[in-house]
Every structure is written in C-alpha cells, then in structure tokens.
C-alpha cells in the first residue's frame, strides 16, 4: 500500500455534480416555449425546496407542452436529475436520453454526463462506454476531458491499460493560455490526475507519475496530489537509497566498491524507515536483517548500533551497565518490523492486569495467607500467555539461582504446581 492509502479512486468528476439547477442558469428568456419555461423556473424553485415528486410533474409538463429544443432539453435535464434524487432510476436515466438526443449544445452534455455517470454507478459500463463515445461528439472542451476520463476508467476495468493511457493522456490535455478553463474541467483534470498517478505508483512508475500531477497542479491547487507527488518523491528515495542498502558491493566503470559502514549502516536505517513510511513492515524488517547478516562486520555492526540506538540501557544499583538484558532481543524486533507500539501496548496491557490482581487485596484488606498468595500467583501467571513470557520467567530462575546458588524453583513454575 501507499501513504495515500485510502478508498479507491473517483467513478468521475463530482464538482459540480449533475443537479437540476446549474451555477450558469441565470436562464434566459426563450423566445419559444415561454409558458414551458416558467413551468421549468417553478420546477427548479421546487427542486431546490426539497418538493421533487412536485417539481417531477412541472418538467414533465414542461417537456410535453412541445417547446423550443433548448427549453425542452432543459425541462429533460431538470425532469432527469429530480428523478434520479427520487431514486427512480429507470426513469431519470429514459429523461437524460431523450435530453441527449434533443442535441442542444448546453444540456445534451449535462444529460450524457448524468446518464453516464448513473450508469457507471450501475455497474452497466458497456452502455456507460457508449454514452462516453457519444458526449466527444457533442464538443466543447470541458466535456471532452470528462468524456475522455470517463473512456479512461472503462477501458481500466476492461485491463486495457493502453488504451486506457491514451484516454487519459486526452483528458489532461489544456486549453491554450488565453482561452478559459471552466470550474468542471479543472476538476476533471485534478481528479484525472490523481486517479491516472495512483495507478503510476501503483505500477513503479514514479517519474510518469510525478508528471501527471504536475499537470493537475498546473490547474489549481489541491492537497491530495501534493500528497501524492510527496508519495513520488517518497518512491526515488526508496529506489537511491536501495542502491546502497540493498546491492552489496557496487559497480563503477567496472569497478566495484563497497559503501562506508557508516554510509551502509544509514541507508538500511534510511530505507527501513521509508519502507515502513509506505507501509510495508516486514519489507522494512527484512532490510535491517539484512544489514545485520552483512558479510562485512565493520558494516553489521553499524547497522546493529542504528537499530539499537534507541534502547535504554539498564543500570544497576552500582551504577554499573548491565549485561544486554533478556528484553532486548524483542525490543530489536519490535524495532526491525515497527511494531513497538504493539509491544508496549502488550506490557502495558500486563502491568494493569497484575495490578488489579494484587491490588484488590490490598484494598479488601486481605489478611488470609492462602488468599493472598493466591493473588500473587495468578498475577505471576499473566505475563505467561504471551511470547515473551517464558523468558521473563526464565530470567528470574536465573537470577534467583545465582542468589540461592541453586534452583530452588519446582519444575514448570509459576504454571507449574
């Protein structure tokens, strides 16, 4: 997974959605069809109150009164969307073709872009395609790249991923400095970008990727392909710092050289981490095995000292430094696969349950002997049920031995008789 990990990529451009009312309907009076164009303004204000079965029966009123095309494209656009809300999609889908076969130039696009969309969300990507196919031939540049993006996400679930490029690569496309970018085709860029640079990264291929996004960026501003350019950068630095941590011994001009320990040791500390950053942890602990098995001593040892850099080191009451404790070899594991946070949410989750063991007694004011010894055998028990728990175990026979000068404990303590 990446660091973008998240739900899947957009079935289209949602900014603005389909919707009975357009941000650009400051709607002209229609020399024809004017009755049927007051019906679609009190439709429209109906709609926009929540009244949809009401605003349902003024389009469709609308549509039969036989007005000019453009008003009876818009009532067939506003009579889709409404029923489409209503949840009546075997009628909002039949408005939006007849709006689409009208061919007006302002709402025959909104209706393919509608109708395709529902379809898509259908699951009926073959007609979806058609309806695509359909809206390049209506013209205009921003439906264009919708219609080209949507060309794109068929012919992916179809495993043309050729094609699929193509598609993309057209709906990237941007008009010329001096002609006007529209709010839906800079959205359909942005989100054509960032769906076309996922499937990159996806596929190792950081540096078409990276490009991509460079192209949404160039419309506006957006944090999520910031965010995935980061994940583009992220992916070059895994694949330099590789080079070094991974290789072993390096070729130059038919040469090979070998990197400073202290050069090795950091890019398998650097390359862990970002493996781990890319959320791949047993990739990441691989890598600091890997360093550690290296041939070269000078070169594990580093690595070793990176990867236990971290660690506390235990003290006597003398103030002397213990030997390396029984612990260790789990914090360096917890460390190797990132996952201390689930070891210290297992010690700490021990701590409490032995706390509230021996606590309670206390508490009660426990004085029976049997009772209380009981308290404090299941609370040497708890650690048990974990991994490290025999060991724990193992080191306290240990070192009360060494006190005793012998093993004092019955076999199988403490879950043992």
Do not use: N
């Amino acid at each position: 997974m990446t660091p973008t990990s998240g739900p899947p990529a957009r079935s289209g451009p949602v900014d603005p959605p389909p919707q009975a009312t357009d941000p650009e309907d400051t709607e002209e009076t229609v020399a024809h069809g004017g009755d049927a164009a007051g019906l679609c303004e009190q439709a429209r204000d109906l709609a926009e109150s929540g009244h949809l079965q009401r605003a349902a029966k003024l389009y469709r009123k609308a549509v039969d009164a036989d007005p000019h095309t453009r008003v009876r494209a818009r009532a067939l656009m506003g009579l889709a969307v409404v029923q489409d809300q209503r949840g009546d999609l075997a009628a909002a889908r039949e408005a939006a073709r007849e709006a689409v076969a009208t061919g007006d130039p302002r709402y025959a696009p909104r209706a393919a872009y509608h109708l395709a969309l529902s379809l898509e969300q259908e699951d009926a990507h073959g007609e979806a395609a058609r309806v695509w196919r359909h809206l390049l031939e209506l013209g205009g540049p921003a439906y264009t790249a919708v219609a080209r993006y949507g060309l794109a996400r068929e012919a992916e679930l179809r495993g043309e991923h050729t094609e699929a490029e193509e598609h993309w690569e057209a709906a990237l496309e941007l008009p010329s400095e001096d002609e006007p970018m529209s709010r839906l085709h800079a959205t359909t860029v942005q989100d054509a970008a960032r769906d076309l640079a996922e499937r990159l990264l996806e596929r190792g291929r950081p540096e078409a990727a990276a490009e991509t996004l460079e192209r949404g960026l160039a419309v506006g501003d957006d944090p999520g392909l910031r965010l995935l350019r980061a994940a583009t950068h992220l992916e070059h630095a895994i694949a330099d710092v590789a080079a070094i941590a991974d290789s072993g011994a390096l070729e130059t001009d038919g040469a090979s050289w070998r990197p400073r320990p202290g050069t090795a040791g950091a890019a398998v500390e650097l390359l862990a981490g970002l493996l781990t950053l890319r959320g791949e942890p047993d990739e990441a602990a691989r890598v600091w095995r890997s360093g550690i098995d290296d041939d070269d001593a000078d070169i594990a040892e580093e690595v070793r000292w990176r990867l236990r850099r971290p660690f506390a080191r235990p003290w006597d009451e003398h103030g002397e430094e213990m030997p390396e404790p029984w612990w260790e070899g789990y914090l360096e594991e917890a460390v190797a696969t990132a996952s201390a946070p689930a070891l210290a949410g297992e010690l700490f989750a021990v701590l409490t349950r032995m706390h509230g063991l021996l606590a309670v007694p206390v508490v009660e004011g426990e004085s029976r002997p049997a009772a209380l010894r009981g308290a404090m055998e299941q609370a040497l028990r708890t650690p048990g049920e974990l991994v490290w728990g025999a060991d724990l175990h193992t080191d306290f026979r240990r070192r009360l031995s060494e006190v005793m000068g012998e093993d004092v404990l019955p076999e199988g303590w403490p879950d043992g008789p």
